[in-house]
């Protein structure tokens, strides 16, 4: 049974919070390719800070290695500006691939703005909409799957991993993302998610509550995960998500208010708690000590 989350304990005001390397820019529709400029800092000051504390390696004395963090959970990020990030890292870790020096792996983890987008051999026929007047950005990425929405009150999660590092198997790394997701729901909220066969991603009951899609390259794998946290799923009206037609779209927010029968939830409550687990659990189940920069420059 789900249950509603208690508040809490106070969160300190006097650390530091991780500075925004973005700054919002004028719409785009569909798009087939980015150029990936500097970003600018775009602090909301509006949003009372949080620590970020470098977390301890996991119990149990398994060996873990560094992992280094980005939280900007609580930020719109456009998804263009994102995926340049994304891209770069990958890049600057290529050539630390050559010369043995490539030894950290990366979480970026944020929200965007709505925006759909389609995998390398995505369909149009799972779209309900014209292209060229489409309802949000459309971007066309190199990660695999159909198509899929991102918006507000979705946590997306972007690990930048060598999997050489953890275990060289795409399916294992799919399965384990899925995992997480699984063990997050389930201390945070006491929410019972699980796989379908033949799927990716995780379910409650019939409905898809996180998507996964990622991208492979010398085995640095990146692209991520997608939990409905709060989201809007008006949206995902208008495509068939993941190429599916016979399943619906959930959030953690309406699993917790039909179970609760309470109808004001808080969002941001949820997102933070949500937050904290994904990233717990991440942690311990890739052995990863995550150490949390303030620094969301490309360079």
């Excluded at 709060?230 to 009206?237: G, R």
Aim: charged share 25%; net charge neutral.
């Amino acid at each position: 049974m789900a249950l509603l989350p208690s508040p809490p304990a106070p969160r300190s005001t006097t650390g530091p919070r991780p500075r925004p390397c973005w700054r919002r820019r004028p719409p785009r529709r569909a798009t087939g390719g980015e150029t990936c400029a500097s970003l600018q800092p775009a602090p909301d000051p509006a949003l009372p800070p949080r620590q970020s504390p470098v977390r301890p390696p996991p119990a149990g004395g398994a060996v873990s290695s560094r992992c280094e963090c980005f939280d900007l959970h609580r930020q719109l990020v456009p998804y263009g500006e994102a995926y340049c990030w994304q891209k770069s890292i990958v890049e600057r870790r290529k050539g630390l691939l050559d010369s043995g020096e490539d030894h950290s792996d990366t979480l970026i983890a944020l929200q965007h703005p709505p925006v759909y987008t389609l995998g390398t051999r995505s369909k149009k026929e799972y779209l309900h909409f014209d292209m060229e007047d489409a309802p949000f950005e459309v971007h066309r990425i190199d990660r695999g799957g159909e198509v899929t929405y991102h918006g507000p009150g979705q946590l997306v999660m972007y690990p930048i991993m060598n999997l050489k590092y953890h275990k060289e198997d795409l399916d294992w790394y799919f399965r384990s993302l899925e995992e997480v997701i699984i063990r997050a729901l389930k201390s945070a909220f006491s929410i019972k998610a699980a796989r379908v066969e033949g799927l990716t991603g995780v379910w409650v009951g019939n409905q898809k509550v996180a998507a996964i899609g990622i991208h492979g390259s010398r085995m640095i794998v990146y692209h991520g995960l997608a939990l409905n946290v709060t989201t809007d799923l008006a949206p995902f009206t208008m495509i068939d998500p993941c190429g599916i037609k016979d399943r619906g779209v959930g959030s953690i927010k309406e699993i917790l208010r039909k179970a609760s029968g309470e109808g004001e939830i808080d969002d941001a409550l949820l997102m933070d708690i949500a937050y904290d687990s994904m990233i717990k659990e991440f942690a311990e189940f890739f052995h990863l000590s995550l150490d949390f920069s303030p620094d969301c420059s490309f360079q």
